[in-house]
């Protein structure tokens, strides 16, 4: 149950980070290295607007894996997830509301890392699909078949979920955002109901 938990929570951070990229102007809102990369260039640019614009997403993101933390010491998986849910579901009203929800969804997906890690181990973040990649290429290299297995798993699990989100696009961000929180939520509910 643990791995496809993980994978499932994998593909929520690729679906909700295609639907940020695509509503928001290539604004990444579950991988903070992009934006990371961003705030450097347009501050060596000189371009201080720009890289505010691309700080915001961070400090949400930190901000939600403290919230996360604290949720999950306080509530279990089940609440930090129904926490990611409802964070995912105010996206949704704001994009609704012709309104920007860069930071709702950044702070989602800091929440969600501290959901998958979790279910698995740290390489498996839901956003540390560098670390997977690694991960696959040293099972691969020692010929631990079932790790690359797991490895190549997880990032197809978050691969399927970016394809997920930029097709559920055609519809809209709003009921995208609301269709994976509500998803979340069902996960959310299995998990309580399974640990209690």
Known sequence: MRWVLGLALSAV?????????????????????GNTTRLGVEAVRGDLPAA?????PILAFIAGTVAGA???RAGGLAGLMAAEAAALAVAAAVVAASGSA??????????????RLA???AQFGG??????LVGLGQALAA??????????A???????????GALAMAGGAAPALAGVALLLLVLAGTVALLRG
């Open 13 to 33: 951070a690729g679906f909700v980070d295609a639907v940020g990229w695509i509503a928001f102007g290539g604004v990444f809102v579950a991988f903070m290295s």
């Open 52 to 56: 505010w614009h691309a700080a915001q």
């Open 70 to 72: 604290l949720l999950r």
């Open 102 to 115: 860069v930071l709702p969804l950044a702070l989602a997906m800091g929440m969600q890392n501290l959901a």
């Open 119 to 121: 279910v698995g181990p």
């Open 127 to 132: 956003t540390f699909i560098t670390g997977t």
């Open 143 to 152: 010929g631990e078949w079932r790790g690359a297995g797991a490895q190549a």
């Open 154 to 164: 997880a990032w197809l699990a978050l691969l399927a979920g970016i394809l997920a």
